[in-house]
């Protein structure tokens, strides 16, 4: 199984707040987990990434939570920003499955200020 | 450092015509990967290109062709367009074949009418 889950679908966050989004994935196989964030009318860009032997990692406000057993990562956003309203993407490769990345369906972030 | 770029930024075609996209990568990176963005199915990967090989191919019919050149740029070529090839085309760039980090260009609006 290649896919990826992603939930929420779409998530409202009080400026400040905690957003948090969650991907779970079947292949345990996968061994690259990057989040990418888009906004409109422009290319995904490159978040944070994690591999499954780590089980956090942080840069600035932006940290990956993963849980290997459980085959389920999430990315959280502390102290949120009406600047970070924007559509959020996990996904999941191994580059000896031609290092495609199999993406979620996305979150769609707004941040009220 | 320049990043990925596309051209054109967005192109109008009609059903039966053939479409072209281009990329230019990351200088110093030598793989190419073409993803589709349709409207509610998320991001697909299509083509990767390495050294001049494609390496991997998504599940597109065989009317979506590519080629990557000897200055690592690539072309995605769409033959008998049909409407629902609507979408948005990526182009993404990594250092090599062993590195899964993927930068995307700000993608190629494609509308089929």
């Known amino acids: 199984q290649q896919q990826v889950k992603q939930s929420p679908q779409s998530l409202i966050v009080q400026k400040g707040g905690i957003s948090i989004i969650n991907c779970a994935y079947e292949?345990?196989?996968?061994?690259?987990f990057p989040w990418y964030q888009q906004f409109p009318g422009k290319g995904p860009a490159l978040l944070i990434a994690?591999?499954?032997?780590?089980s956090e990692k942080k840069e600035g406000r932006f940290t990956i939570s993963f849980n290997k057993s459980a085959k389920q990562f999430s990315l959280h956003i502390m102290d949120s920003q009406p600047g970070d309203s924007a559509t959020y993407f996990c996904?999941?490769?191994?580059?000896?499955?031609?290092?495609?990345?199999?993406f979620g369906a996305g979150t769609i972030l707004r941040v009220k200020s | 450092e320049a990043g990925v770029t596309q051209s054109p930024t967005h192109l109008i075609k009609t059903r039966g015509q053939q479409a072209t996209l281009r990329c230019s990568p990351i200088?110093?990176?030598?793989?190419v990967y073409w993803y589709q963005q349709a409207l509610g199915l998320g991001l697909q990967f299509l083509l990767w290109y390495d050294e001049g090989e494609e390496r991997n191919r998504g599940n597109f019919p065989p009317r979506f062709s590519g080629r990557q050149f000897p200055n690592y740029s690539s072309e995605l070529n769409v033959n008998a367009l049909e409407l629902e090839d609507s979408a948005l085309y990526l182009c993404?760039?990594?250092?090599?074949?062993?590195?899964?980090?993927?930068?995307f260009g700000p993608g190629t609006r494609l509308l089929v009418l």
């Open positions: 996904a999941a490769s191994r580059w000896e499955y031609g290092n495609k990345l199999v």
């Open positions: 200088s110093g990176h030598t793989s």
């Open positions: 993404a760039s990594s250092l090599g074949t062993a590195q899964e980090t993927q930068y």
């Open positions: 994690i591999r499954p032997d780590v």
């Open positions: 292949n345990t196989a996968f061994d690259y």
